[in-house]
């Protein structure tokens, strides 16, 4: 029987591990605290954002992983190991069984930078899931029948779309635009119109609470406060769900364009299975108020967030083996 023991989701904006037996154990920032005087990691994940945040100077942050793809790889290969020994703990005395997904649109030459990063980190045998597939199988959908399903996972680095039937991506496309886009055209939008600069959680907290990829019937607002980018003092400012959604608006179309595409590609078969089973969003991007009205309203196909979206990819990462062992389908 084949299984694994870790399931990694390593995301641009996060990293979410599944543990066999356990199920999601682990969802914290991609995110390395660096010291550059003593030329050292001194933390990984929330901890390192919180000493981030809170020190100066030599301190700084360091994101390995960038629209899907490793952009520092001996920062990327000692946060894995953290991971990986922190989710094993007392049973580290053997190598674990490790499955990793990769976005659609990485190449074989980053596709092997990734699994050797996983075994210089301390795996057994890597087994790489792409990224549609696991959201697929975390979303709850069978995907060993011959029928078609359309999944878009939206990240913190890239949206990947794909259509699957029997086990495998039939149309598939990737783009890089993710929740940490979303952040950016939020942080812009707001310095544009208000001369006002304003910190990652207040733009998170706006995305959260106003903002919106779909006009809404009653527009919203909520106060920030940061700094004028003119005088440098302290400043506070109204700012509404319409300013956001027309800040976000040229992203979200580029998503609903490159789902539109897929559908465009797809085998009639498969696109009649889609337009009967819907849409599914996947990732922590799928939250964005509005995306699904958005999606509807440019394909006419219903679309709906799976639940636990953000965790979805790790927890089909870690099952992955063991439905393609029952399928009959093992990738080896």
């Known amino acids: ?63 390995p992983f960038r629209a899907g793809v490793i952009s520092d790889y001996s920062v990327m290969e000692r946060l894995m190991r953290h991971y990986i020994q922190l989710a094993m703990g007392r049973h580290m005395f053997r190598k674990p069984y490790i499955s990793l997904c990769v976005p659609s649109g990485v190449t074989e030459v980053e596709r092997r930078a990734v699994e050797e990063a996983a075994y210089q980190a301390g795996a057994r045998d890597v087994t790489i899931v792409e990224t549609t597939v696991a959201a697929a199988i975390g979303a709850g959908i069978d995907i060993t029948k ?25 149309i598939s496309d990737s783009i890089k635009i993710g929740g940490s886009v979303f952040n950016e055209m939020i942080t812009r939008a707001i310095r544009r119109q208000h001369n006002l600069f304003i910190d990652n959680d207040q733009v998170e907290e706006v995305k959260v609470r106003i903002g919106t990829a779909f006009k809404r019937p009653k527009p919203e607002s909520m106060q920030v406060s940061g700094r004028n980018v003119l005088t440098g003092l302290p400043k506070t400012v109204s700012v509404t769900s319409e300013e956001i959604r027309e800040s976000l608006q040229d992203v979200t179309g580029r998503i609903a364009d490159a789902v539109h595409g897929v559908l465009e590609k797809t085998p009639p078969e498969l696109a009649a299975d889609i337009t009967l089973r819907g849409i599914v969003l996947t990732g922590g991007g799928a939250l964005l108020d509005g995306l699904t009205e958005l999606l509807e309203e440019r394909t006419g196909i219903n679309t709906m967030v799976a639940e636990n979206p ?21 990738p080896y």
Not at 13 to 40: F, M
């Open 1 to 63: 029987m084949a299984f694994t023991d870790i399931g990694i989701d390593m995301g641009t904006s996060d990293i979410v591990v599944w543990y066999r037996g356990k199920g999601v154990i682990i969802h914290e920032p991609t995110l390395v605290a660096y010291d550059k005087e003593d030329d050292r990691m001194i933390a990984f994940g929330e901890e390192a954002r919180q000493l981030v945040t809170r020190t100066q100077g030599s301190i700084v942050a360091i994101r």
């Open 310 to 330: 953000s965790e979805c990819v790790a927890y089909g990462t870690g099952r992955y083996l063991e439905l393609m062992d029952e399928f009959g389908r093992l």
């Open 146 to 170: 011959p029928v078609g399903n359309l999944v878009v996972d939206i990240g913190g680095g890239t949206t990947d779309i794909a259509v699957i039937s029997l086990g495998a991506p039939v």
